[in-house]
């Protein structure tokens, strides 16, 4: 497995590449399968209202899902054991799925095993004042269903996804309440 640590306002140090080989291996070793790479950032960001200011953010690409991780701490080492822990659990729940799946279309489909779909995660970052577009990310669509989607969008932590519908083909958004679930926006055009 290919892991790459960078750092953003940090000076990577010796210690802290072979501490985040370590604790992400072993992590990434949950789910031990070909092709996997790993992209760990580790930055610093001291706000005044912010004392958690060392950031270890994690990204896993593998077999055309991505899955994220991002844990803030005082301190580094700390950042990157918490990120490593998320990441064992967000790689168990992974694995889960794929296995379940597998079994499932092996038995609905006469032993054949279904593809699975691959998504490009989407993210749009403003700044503390939210007036200017800091950042623009294009992604491609691909058809998933409904609950791939919530799984994809649990694996990359992120607050809401988009997709294109694999019965309708138009791009829905699924996002997390602040109250608990999920919704989902789609188009005018499918109100029943």
């Known amino acids: 497995m290919d ?18 080989e370590q604790k992400i291996g072993d992590a990434l070793r949950v ?8 992209d760990v950032v580790l930055r610093v ?4 209202n912010s004392p958690e200011g060392d950031i270890c953010e994690v990204t896993v690409r593998v077999r055309g899902s991505v899955i994220r991780v991002s844990c803030a ?5 700390a950042a990157i054991d ?21 079994q499932r279309a092996s038995k609905s489909m006469g032993g054949e095993t279904i593809q699975e779909n691959t998504q490009l995660e989407a993210q749009v970052l403003a700044d503390e004042d939210d007036e200017a577009l800091v950042r623009e990310k294009f992604i491609e669509y691909t ?30 958004v699924i996002y997390h309440r602040k109250n608990g679930g999920y919704g989902i926006l789609k188009p005018d ?4």
Request: no cysteine.
């Open 73 to 77: 701490k005082d301190d580094m080492y």
């Open 31 to 38: 789910f031990d399968i070909s092709p996997m790479t790993a």
């Open 189 to 192: 055009t499918e109100r029943r």
């Open 45 to 48: 960001e001291h706000y005044k």
């Open 3 to 20: 892991i790459t640590v960078t750092g953003r306002k940090i000076q990577v140090t010796d210690a802290l590449r072979e501490n985040v």
């Open 143 to 172: 058809k998933l269903t409904e609950e791939d989607a919530l799984v994809q969008a649990d694996l990359l932590g992120h607050d809401f996804f988009v997709f294109r519908d694999m019965v309708t083909d138009n791009v829905h």
């Open 82 to 102: 918490e990120a490593a822990h998320m990441l064992t659990r967000r790689m168990r729940k992974f694995k889960t799925r794929v296995v379940d799946r597998r």
